[in-house]
């Protein structure tokens, strides 16, 4: 891995500008003073010391009482196991009370025309996708290829699984039609298989009234 990517990393779990370059240089010096740092690390003596604090609470580094005080940095696979547990686990909460509290504005106009939303990001299509077979109320159709079979079988097998008289219709290009990848699916009454010798348009449609 590159210093570059270490940096971004860094950058990306909330370790940025001077606490950066801070923590990045006294891993380098071992023990260092915070004048030292500064120097290294090419930091302004006016905010070192407030930098230093900062990462002394995240649990990075570690400090000596004394005169001058001496900072070390606290072995990463220690500290930045648990600093990175932490900041997921606060990024998850704090997420959690974002989305109940947007999804009290999220209003989806119900219109009895046909509409086509589209969406530019492959992987937020699979997940809306999954959405919409997991709240099919009675039927659906699927004309998928290989790797959308990958991503959307589970949700299928669960929803068809869990909902006994849903009844869902499943076409595959020929290629997928194995006997492996389809047993979870084969061993349901509720469902219609079908395969094409060619390929296939990407469809789905379910049941939500």
Do not use: C
């Amino acid at each position: 891995m590159s210093m570059d990517e270490v940096i971004k990393f860094l950058e990306f779990i909330g370790i940025r500008g001077y606490e950066n370059k801070a923590y990045l240089t006294l891993l380098t010096l071992g023990e260092a003073t915070a004048s030292q740092i500064a120097s290294k690390a090419r930091i302004p003596l006016t905010r070192i010391y407030e930098v230093l604090e900062s990462l002394v609470n995240k649990g990075l580094i570690e400090v000596q009482a004394g005169r001058p005080r001496v900072y070390r940095a606290i072995p990463p696979r220690i500290a930045l196991t648990h600093y990175v547990r932490m900041y997921v686990n606060e990024l998850l909460n704090s997420s959690k009370r974002i989305i109940d509290e947007l999804s009290r504005f999220y209003r989806t106009a119900k219109e009895e025309k046909i509409s086509i939303w589209i969406s530019s990001s492959f992987s937020m299509s699979v997940e809306r996708t999954k959405e919409m077979i997991s709240n099919m109320k009675v039927d659906g159709f699927a004309s998928i290829n290989e790797e959308l079979f990958a991503k959307l079988s589970s949700t299928i097998y669960s929803k068809l699984l869990k909902n006994g008289d849903s009844i869902f219709t499943l076409t595959i290009t020929s290629e997928l039609y194995d006997q492996r990848d389809l047993e979870p699916l084969l061993s349901l009454d509720n469902i219609d298989l079908r395969s094409f010798p060619t390929g296939v348009i990407n469809v789905v449609e379910v049941d939500l009234s």
